[in-house]
């Protein structure tokens, strides 16, 4: 028997029309390579082909021909060479995507019709696509032409169709594919189902996909690259009981009644790249509103979607899509170019939030807000996230990368843009600062170490691509924009950027495009040059300010390290700029702006001239530029005097700014640590966050360094004396309205906790036995504070038990996640061996949740050897589950060993890489683990004497 669709033109072969399943012939085939082998699967095609001679095939536009066979030697599991080309020959592209698909919530599995209108761009007899995990059943072609063959080359993810006639360069060929997926209950990416607790405990299971970067090869054969654009036609089947309904990239079309089903087709997408399509089946409910165009293409709606029973949590979230939404098409002067823009918080995500065109999915805590449970954090984190995300709608989808090397053109621009975007909807949260400490400064960590990678990397692999979604795409990224914004203006900015997007919408572009759109401006600067030194070049320079005399400071650059050794190992060879970049220097004069000067990378010095009456100059205004700057013993003393005479000398960006180089350049050995310490001085009157934020970062860094050493004490009572006045300052109070007094209170207090001052840790430790005792919850801002320090002073057994009943009961996401923090606080270590144990059971910690449960574990320092004991003893365990290909579990490592400190450890840590050599996504994360102990190693070695001398020298101890 033939299943026709409702729409009538594609055909699908039931599985029961033979007594053999398709699944069987399939994996015959694809898991074959003994001639015998070969032979039995050819015997079953053939019985097949037979089998289906006995039932006529029809449609209104196709006759489906049987391929002759499917079998081929090319089918392998042999390891691959690692010169291998990943990439889809360019022989044909495809125009259009008909697809069909059938999940059964029920089972997990689905099935899938689909035919692709080809363009034949060289003549050919083959067309290669990708796929990955799916039976492939039937392929066909419905104009006249005949498939010989179908093979796989599962190591490229190769589906290898090949015509029994050449296909004409120019010509357009349709083919067809009938398919079947499976164990959709056990991933979350691809195409997968998600499920959640209802009001009367019962689950309620819902479907839905995660494509990017190379996992829609798992929902349907396609050409899942970027470069590779098409249009979608798709239609989706769901029960037509439960209240379930059906989203897609694109508005309904038509919603039919078949059977015990529903069948919703929706409207033909805009070309777009196989990563940004998406579907979901559930039974969330909207709220909508208008976004208003101002003449820039129509008006259209905004939804977000969540479970019906947190519909109330979606209201911030929408007001932010709305204002933000209409700020970007001001912005960028280019249209929405689709009907609609829905969003939906999904149970189970696995990243942050997804940018499929269209129909954005989050994770439950990136998107709802609720202000009985979210803190201010929460809050801004749906702003940050919804922001950034509707900034891809044009960067990314509008205009998209040709391959992945160039993932920052996507990232890096969309994490830069949500910046803008926040601060127009959220004036007062002062984004702009917050850049600092959110972006440039941790991304700066990790750059100065050999770990890093250049802005531009060159990716093949599936691995390699899933990897490259780090720290130096987003947040680098973001940084050098930002400061190109600068140097050429915000207007020329903006202008270049509206006609980049109008010059190549709907089309795929690389870094030098972009570019060239800013060279087409009237500038006098050469910006393609200037650019290549960041972004062809990992790491970035030190600029050493030296004065010569009154009026004359000489500027030298060289790049930073954060371990002082790793200079030995730097080849100056390995780029064309020998590790020197052209800066944009701009600067102060007594605080007053001067104008920006070039530093170009090939020359060996530049010389500032300044007035005779000049007391001090002071070099990067805001940390607007991607470089650290270095001044004489003096010029340090100057600031910190200068700041403590009058905090208003410089802006609260450049105190931040003074407290984050002069720490990383004593980190590194750059400057003696007793200058750092010295310019800490000025705290007492600092009441801003973001300078408070680096200095908390800091001393918390330092608390954690030195806990195993004889300074500890003396070092806890110098950071006290720091933190008294601000600790007393902020309070437990919390006022709703004033979002920066909020994120210094939750910064201060929780570094006032876990330096242990005592008024701190009883405070914590009273909210938290009210908590556990009347179920009072304290304020959402202290929660994390009082579960964490009130767990950590006060825990038991029997209190951490009822915790953990609390958290398995908790369904808002936000509240999981402050309980989950809570509860890794406890001091007793076979209580968070039980939680590591426990935590593997998807029904208690969620999949998405798992690594950050175990990240924040191996944080407490109790916790820490259990979890490296734990992860070396269950490593292959973790492979089998998440996969080597997981990003996330790659990064589990470094962030487990990170405060390792000693030869010993560095050992262990290279056993273990050397007994697990294949490290898949985790490769870049495995060199940046290797690097942190070496800089750790390092740090003892070069600034432990010093510190003790100045904590002696000041009369701490």
């Not at 529903?262 to 509103?289: G, W």
């Amino acid at each position: 028997m033939i299943a026709i669709t409702a729409k009538g033109v594609q055909v699908f072969l039931i599985l029961a029309l033979t007594a053999f399943t398709v699944s069987t012939i399939v994996l015959a085939v694809q898991k074959s390579n003994l001639k015998s082998d070969l032979d039995a699967a050819q015997k079953l095609l053939d019985e097949f082909e037979e089998a289906v001679k006995q039932t006529t095939v029809t449609s209104t536009t196709t006759t489906a021909t049987v391929p002759q066979t499917s079998v081929s030697t090319t089918t392998t599991t042999e390891k691959i060479p690692e010169t291998i080309d990943y990439r889809l020959p360019k022989t044909v592209a495809p125009e259009l995507y008909d697809l069909y698909l059938h999940p059964n919530l029920e089972t997990g599995e689905f099935e899938g019709q689909l035919v692709i209108t080809i363009k034949v761009l060289e003549n050919t007899d083959k067309i290669i696509l990708h796929s990955a995990n799916l039976d492939i059943a039937y392929v066909y072609f419905t104009n006249g032409l005949t498939v010989k063959s179908f093979s796989f080359d599962l190591d490229r993810d190769f589906l290898i169709v090949e015509s029994t006639d050449e296909l004409k360069a120019g010509s357009t060929v349709r083919m067809g594919i009938n398919f079947r997926g499976h164990e959709m209950h056990t991933k979350i990416v691809g195409l997968y189902t998600s499920a959640y607790k209802k009001a009367d405990d019962s689950y309620k299971r819902i479907f839905t996909s995660k494509f990017q970067p190379t996992y829609a090869r798992q929902a349907f054969p396609c050409f899942d690259e970027p470069g590779f654009k098409a249009k979608y036609l798709v239609s989706l089947v769901h029960p037509k009981d439960g209240n379930y309904h059906a989203l897609s990239n694109m508005d309904e079309d038509t919603n039919d009644l078949v059977g015990e089903f529903r069948q919703v087709t929706f409207k033909q997408s805009v070309p777009m790249s196989s990563y940004l399509a998406c579907f979901l089946i559930s039974d969330f409910v909207a709220e909508s509103k208008t976004v208003e165009t101002n003449g820039i293409g129509e008006a259209f709606q905004v939804s977000v979607y969540a479970t019906p029973e947190q519909k109330e949590k979606v209201i911030f979230a929408l007001n932010t899509a709305k204002a933000v939404t209409e700020y970007y098409i001001k912005y960028f002067q280019v249209e929405y170019p689709l009907p609609k823009l829905d969003m939906a918080a999904i149970p189970d995500f696995v990243s942050g939030a997804m940018e499929h065109w269209g129909l954005i999915t989050y994770r439950e805590t990136a998107l709802l807000y609720d202000k009985d449970y979210s803190s201010t954090v929460n809050k801004q984190r749906v702003a940050q996230v919804v922001a950034h995300e509707i900034a891809h709608m044009w960067f990314g989808n509008l205009v998209t990368l040709k391959w992945w090397d160039d993932l920052w053109l996507n990232e890096g621009f969309a994490r830069f843009i949500e910046y803008k975007g926040q601060h127009y909807v959220y004036p007062d949260w002062n984004m702009p600062e917050q850049f600092l400490v959110n972006a440039i400064q941790p991304v700066m960590k990790f750059d100065s170490t050999l770990a890093s990678h250049p802005i531009v990397q060159s990716v093949n692999s599936p691995a390699e691509i899933t990897e490259l979604f780090d720290t130096i795409s987003y947040e680098k990224g973001a940084s050098v924009i930002r400061m190109l914004e600068n140097f050429i203006g915000e207007d020329k900015f903006e202008t270049a950027v509206t006609n980049y997007l109008e010059n190549y919408k709907f089309d795929n572009t690389v870094t030098d495009d972009f570019l060239s759109e800013i060279e087409k401006l009237d500038l006098n600067i050469n910006v393609k040059d200037i650019l290549r030194t960041w972004t062809e070049q990992r790491g970035f320079p030190m600029v050493n300010v030296k004065q010569t005399s009154p009026t004359t400071y000489v500027l030298t650059q060289k790049v930073f390290l954060a371990n002082k050794d790793d200079h030995a190992l730097i080849n100056e060879d390995d780029t064309a700029f020998k590790y020197r970049w052209s800066i944009p220097i701009t600067y102060y004069v007594d605080g007053v702006e001067q104008e920006l000067k070039w530093f170009y990378y090939d020359q060996e010095e530049l010389t500032i001239e300044v007035p005779s009456t000049a007391e001090w100059v002071k070099i990067n205004n805001k940390q607007i530029g991607y470089y650290r700057v270095n001044y004489d013993k003096e010029m340090w003393d100057k600031f910190a005097s200068f700041l403590n005479k009058d905090i208003k000398v410089m802006s609260t960006s450049d105190r931040a700014h003074i407290l984050n180089d002069v720490f990383s350049l004593a980190d590194a050995d750059e400057v003696n640590y007793d200058i750092a310490f010295d310019m800490m001085s000025y705290l007492g009157k600092e009441t801003e966050y973001v300078p408070w934020k680096v200095a908390a970062t800091k001393l918390s860094a330092l608390k954690r360094t030195l806990m195993f050493t004889e300074d500890f004490k003396a070092f806890k009572t110098f950071a006290k004396n720091v933190v008294e006045v601000i600790y007393k300052s902020v309070g437990w109070t919390v006022n709703d309205e004033e979002v920066l007094k909020n994120r210094l209170r939750m910064t201060v207090l929780s570094l006032a906790c876990s330096l242990g001052i005592e008024d701190c840790i009883n405070e914590a430790k009273t909210k938290f036995a009210t908590f556990l005792e009347k179920g009072e919850k304290p304020h959402p801002d202290l929660r994390e504070v009082v579960y964490y320090y009130g767990m950590a002073s006060s825990g038991s057994e029997e209190v951490w038990e009822k915790m953990w009943d609390i958290f398995t009961e908790e369904q808002d996401a936000n509240e999981k996640a402050k309980l989950m923090d809570g509860l890794s606080a406890i001091q007793v270590p076979w209580i968070l061996k039980r939680f590591i144990n426990l935590a593997w059971n998807p029904e208690n910690v969620r999949e998405q949740d798992y690594f950050t449960c175990i990240q924040g574990i191996a944080a407490n320092p109790v916790g820490e050897p259990i979890v490296w004991e734990y992860v070396r003893e269950n490593w292959e365990e973790m492979v089998r589950r998440f996969g080597i290909g997981n990003r996330y579990l790659g990064r589990m490592i470094p962030a487990i060993v990170g405060n390792f400190d000693s030869e010993t450890k560095l050992g262990e840590v290279v056993a273990f890489f050397e007994k697990y050599p294949i490290a898949g996504a985790g490769a870049a994360s495995r060199e940046q683990a290797l690097a942190n102990i070496k800089v750790n190693i390092q740090w003892l070695k070069s600034n432990l004497n010093d510190i003790h001398n100045w904590l002696e020298d000041n009369s701490i101890y």
